[in-house]
């Protein structure tokens, strides 16, 4: 099935059921292995694994632009019957089309899937390429008769590039910790306020304190026998979070095959036991914290793992920030700043697509505001947030908040 493009004139765009149905290097070529969640090697993973397809509710129909026979650029898109995994939430507007007598589901989400992480959705080098895929995400739509489609965590070009398209666009935010040219965390804890130096150092001493070892591993420091602990993590962080998990244990086994080069995963172990873990992925220039999990509950070990861990690494592998998942304001107080995220929104019916332009305008001036009054309370002593006045924000128990399990 194609879809012509107005521009370029040549462009042909084509559906893919499955991430097989394209060689992995015209994939990543086109900018799509430049971040790690969007590469073929990981949403195949998914795929291979059962983590998508099937009855998931997550249903491949991936874009693929060619011309002159050449691939130029990407899409992972999905039809979705449910809005699980999507961390930017639209549960409120399904409720109210349906109420109104429209059918929500499916609908086209085009996004990484059970991944928060800001990064390209219209993969490609040329601009007019990503506008003859927006193109056609709007004629799959129209032709299969759906709701709308959702472009969540895409880049600021992209979203400039939606509104102008009449997209509308949304304003979320997440907390980011950003590397100043730091050498080290001492350095990092230098910029902080006098009471937060005191308030992390005694949090860092008290979690290491759980009498074990942390180690980081990366590449073939990974084994095997790391993943059946970190699952065991992972199953009991996703049962309390969503009722079950989202990724299946074959998921971690694609990992340890493809993957191992591009993850950080920062264990606590005692007595040569894991008792928990955080999984971090590596991009060229960040580090993506994503699951936390444990077997044994130790005074903020969780912050321990996920956050000063994290930023440890990312000092000590010139990374310029570490993106912790999605939100979760107790990272305010370990120095993690509020960043804004953005995603793009297309619906067919023009009374709701008005009504829902409304309501985004005034969510996003009270979003901004949100993050005007957090970085009042960022605790850097001097530095890119400015401002000084100390945090409120004690430290807080070990136990990951509901939103906090990615890490």
Same mark, same amino acid.
């Given at each position: 099935m194609t879809f012509p493009a107005s521009q370029p004139p040549a462009l042909t765009v084509w559906v893919l059921s499955a991430l097989s149905g394209i060689d992995a290097s015209e994939w990543d070529a086109t900018g799509a292995g430049d971040n790690p969640f969007t590469t073929h090697r990981f949403l195949s993973a998914l795929e291979r694994s059962g983590s998508v397809g099937g009855r998931s509710g997550w249903t491949p129909a991936h874009l693929v632009a060619r011309l002159d026979e050449a691939v130029v650029g990407v899409a992972p898109m999905y039809a979705k019957t449910h809005s699980q995994g999507e961390y930017i939430f639209d549960? *409120?507007?399904?409720?109210?089309? =349906?109420?109104a007598g429209g059918e929500y589901y499916p609908k086209l989400q085009i996004a990484v899937p059970f991944t928060p992480a800001t990064g390209p959705r219209l993969i490609a080098a040329d601009p007019a390429v990503q506008a003859g895929l927006l193109q056609?995400? =709007?004629?799959?739509?129209? =032709?299969a008769g759906l709701s709308g489609a959702h472009i969540t965590f895409c880049t600021a070009q992209e979203r400039a590039l939606g509104e102008a398209a009449g997209w509308l666009a949304r304003?979320?935010?997440q907390f980011h910790w950003m590397n100043d040219g730091y050498r080290d965390y001492d350095d990092f804890l230098g910029r902080l306020s006098s009471r937060k130096r005191k308030d992390l150092r005694k949090e860092r001493a008290q979690a290491q304190a759980f009498g074990g070892a942390i180690?980081?591993?990366?590449?073939?420091?990974?084994?095997a026998a790391h993943w059946d602990a970190f699952w065991t993590f992972y199953q009991d962080t996703g049962a309390r979070k969503w009722g079950h998990p989202y990724l299946t244990r074959a998921f971690f086994d694609e990992m340890q095959a493809t993957m191992r080069d591009d993850i950080v995963l920062i264990l606590a172990e005692r007595e040569g036991r894991p008792i928990?873990?955080?999984?971090?992925?590596?991009?060229?220039?960040?580090?993506?914290?994503?699951y936390w999990g444990c077997i044994e509950e130790h005074p903020f070990l969780h912050f321990e793992l996920c956050y000063h861990q994290a930023i440890d690494w990312a000092i000590a592998h010139g990374l310029s920030r570490v993106e912790a998942g999605a939100q979760g304001?107790?990272?305010?107080?370990?120095?993690?700043?509020?960043?804004?995220?953005?995603?793009?929104?297309?619906? *067919?019916?023009?009374?709701?697509?008005?009504?829902?332009?409304?309501?985004?305008?005034?969510?996003?001036?009270?979003? =901004?505001?949100?993050m005007d009054e957090l *970085?009042?309370?960022?605790p850097f002593r001097r530095g890119p947030i400015g401002g000084g006045a100390d945090s409120?924000?004690?430290? *807080?128990?070990?136990r990951p908040s509901r939103e906090t399990s990615e890490g």
């Open positions: 549960h *409120a507007w399904a409720d109210a089309y =349906q109420r056609a995400i =709007q004629s799959v739509a129209n =032709q304003t979320t935010q180690r980081a591993l990366t590449g073939d420091q990974i084994e928990a873990g955080a999984l971090n992925f590596i991009g060229p220039d960040c580090l993506y914290g994503r304001g107790h990272k305010l107080a370990r120095g993690y700043v509020p960043v804004p995220t953005h995603s793009l929104h297309w619906v *067919a019916d023009r009374r709701f697509r008005a009504a829902l332009a409304d309501y985004l305008t005034d969510e996003g001036e009270m979003m =901004q505001g949100e *970085a009042g309370h960022a409120e924000h004690g430290p *807080a128990d070990c």
